[in-house]
């Protein structure tokens, strides 16, 4: 069972790093998910 869980944690990170390829696109997207939960803090304020 450890072995499936670290593979399935494997290939998802694997698949992170594919889809943003740089650190900058790392940066860029944890910045926009905190931007939408700003908003979304905002509005049910």
């Known amino acids: 069972m450890n072995k ?3 593979t399935v944690f494997a290939l ?3 698949w ?3 889809g943003c390829n740089t650190i900058e696109g790392v940066g ?3 910045s ?3 931007d939408k939960i700003e908003e979304a803090a905002k ?3």
Do not use: C, E, Q, S
């Open 4 to 6: 499936f869980i670290a």
């Open 12 to 14: 998802a990170f694997a």
């Open 16 to 18: 992170a790093l594919a």
């Open 28 to 30: 860029k997207d944890v």
């Open 32 to 34: 926009k998910a905190g």
């Open 43 to 45: 509005k049910n304020k």
